[in-house]
């Protein structure tokens, strides 16, 4: 059906079809047998036998009986009233047999002649002890429902109508709850980086509103995929690009120094800006390698322990000239599946961005250790921290917090957004938050790491 409207209309629109055509056979069925029991069923005859139940088990065994009548299905059912004028299963009298029952005992109360017999219109049963009952065969009334309200009709729909109204239920909720798994799952994909993310066939197949959609989701991570790979390509050649006369003028700078004509200082100076461009480079590539996404990287076994104490002994030299204390705890033994170079990378865009706004004289705390499903890498600073609103932005690709940019800091808004993509290419993600007493504390959470901050 192509129309999701029309499925579910006329799902429910079965559903009542079949709740009414089996209500109107199971009171078919029941009116026969009705029918049966009318013409089977002589007064005279349950009269026999409700005197036959008098006489064995007395006025107990005639209620007994009475009640047992009552279910079953018949269109006569027989009253019994005892002497002070009550029906023995309390049942209501009709206003007219009360009326002739009243007067009955009132004709057998009052005086008469020795020779006068008051009229008996209703048959009598005479129990063990002597006590009378006056019995009255009187049709089955139906109640507001009717068929329905007879023995087993109401039993026999509401079992076919939850049946039905189930399993059609399920019917619909699957065929509507199972796509939208399916479209959820690829838009998780889709949002975790995976841009070759796909609904199955089997949901952009569907000819109804779940189809369309399906579709307009495969289009849209399509042009998604698309946009993302041009972006890449224009990273990576932009960068190459200004890779070649970066190189020409390094070799001319150090063709004019070789001169020695007084101007080292100025010479210096366009050393200095080349390589920080270099950097800028080197920093643009990296962020391009990590958004090809797992088509660029490699995959081997890390020792990871061994990779923070490496990085950790290279940022030495650097905290040493800022003053600054490193502080490891790293777990021993702690290996990872994934890119030695980019783990190296996005540990180390971290260790030197703390390292830059730690003060002298203060520590920088750098721990390593396992987590159920991989590891945690934790760098903390004693640095102004970050501004709580900024704290989502700071991953992000040439962000800069605003009381960060100076022309001293060297950054360019580049290296957390590398450590973010790396994390994402493990399994992972990176997470910031501020210390008590000042400083910023940054997780790299790698593998499927379970939870959110672990303290």
């Given at each position: 059906m192509r129309s999701l409207y029309l499925r579910i209309f006329a799902t429910i629109g079965?559903?009542?079809?079949?709740?009414?055509?089996?209500?109107?056979?199971?009171?078919?069925?029941?009116?026969n047998r009705w029918m049966e029991a009318t013409e089977e069923i002589r007064p005279n005859e349950l009269i026999a036998d409700a005197a036959r139940q008098l006489a064995d088990g007395g006025r107990a065994g005639l209620q007994e009986w009475l009640r047992v009548q009552e279910r079953t299905p018949s269109a006569a059912l027989l009253l019994v009233i005892d002497?002070?004028?009550?029906?023995?299963?309390?049942?209501?009298?009709?206003?007219?047999?009360?009326?002739?029952?009243q007067r009955m005992r009132e004709w057998r109360q009052s005086p008469r002649p020795q020779n006068f017999r008051p009229p008996l219109p209703m048959p009598r049963l005479v129990g063990p002890g002597g006590e009378e009952y006056f019995v009255v065969p009187t049709p089955r009334r139906l109640g507001p429902f009717g068929l329905f309200g007879m023995p087993g009709v109401r039993r026999l729909v509401l079992v076919f109508a939850l049946l039905f109204t189930a399993g059609f239920s399920f019917l619909l909720a699957r065929s509507i709850s199972a796509p939208i798994r399916g479209l959820r799952d690829a838009s998780r994909q889709l949002a975790d980086g995976h841009l070759d993310a796909r609904v199955r066939?089997?949901?952009?197949?569907?000819?109804?509103?779940?189809?369309?959609?399906?579709?307009?989701?495969?289009?849209?991570?399509?042009?998604?995929?698309?946009?993302?790979?041009?972006?890449?390509?224009?990273?990576?050649?932009?960068?190459?690009?200004?890779?070649?006369?970066?190189?020409?003028?390094?070799m001319a700078v150090e063709l004019?120094?070789?001169?020695?004509?007084g101007n080292a200082a100025e010479l210096e100076?366009?050393?200095?800006?080349?390589?920080?461009?270099?950097?800028?480079?080197?920093?643009?590539?990296?962020?391009?390698?990590?958004?090809?996404?797992?088509?660029?990287?490699?995959?081997?076994?890390?020792?990871?322990?061994?990779?923070?104490?490496?990085?950790?002994?290279?940022?030495?030299i650097e905290a040493d000239t800022r003053s600054v204390?490193?502080?490891?705890?790293?777990?021993?033994?702690?290996?990872?599946?994934?890119?030695?170079?980019?783990?190296?990378?996005?540990?180390?865009?971290?260790?030197?961005?703390?390292?830059?706004?730690?003060?002298?004289?203060?520590?920088?705390?750098?721990?390593?250790?396992?987590?159920?499903?991989?590891a945690i890498v934790e760098i903390a600073d004693r640095g102004p921290g970050v501004p709580e609103a900024e704290l989502p932005r700071i991953f992000e690709p040439f962000h800069q917090v605003a009381s960060a940019r100076s022309p001293q800091d060297g950054g360019y808004g580049l290296g957390l957004a590398v450590t973010a993509g790396a994390a994402r290419l493990h399994g992972g993600r990176v997470q910031a938050s501020n210390r008590q007493g000042g400083g910023l504390r940054i997780e790299i959470l790698l593998g499927n790491v379970p939870g959110g901050r672990i303290d």
């Open positions: 079965l559903t009542m079809m079949l709740i009414v055509g089996v209500s109107i056979l199971a009171s078919f069925h029941v009116a002497a002070e004028g009550r029906e023995l299963l309390d049942r209501r009298l009709p206003p007219q047999l009360q009326r002739r029952i066939p089997a949901i952009s197949a569907r000819r109804d509103e779940l189809g369309s959609l399906g579709r307009d989701f495969d289009e849209m991570a399509a042009r998604l995929e698309s946009l993302m790979a041009s972006r890449q390509e224009l990273l990576r050649n932009i960068s190459h690009e200004l890779r070649t006369p970066l190189t020409r003028i390094r004019a120094s070789q001169r020695n004509d100076r366009v050393v200095g800006e080349a390589e920080k461009l270099d950097q800028l480079i080197g920093q643009v590539l990296a962020l391009a390698q990590v958004d090809h996404g797992a088509k660029g990287w490699k995959c081997d076994r890390v020792d990871l322990s061994a990779l923070v104490r490496t990085l950790i002994e290279e940022a030495g204390t490193l502080r490891p705890e790293i777990a021993a033994q702690v290996t990872l599946e994934g890119d030695a170079q980019l783990l190296a990378a996005a540990i180390e865009n971290v260790l030197r961005n703390a390292l830059r706004y730690t003060s002298p004289g203060d520590a920088v705390d750098v721990a390593l250790r396992p987590a159920p499903g991989g």
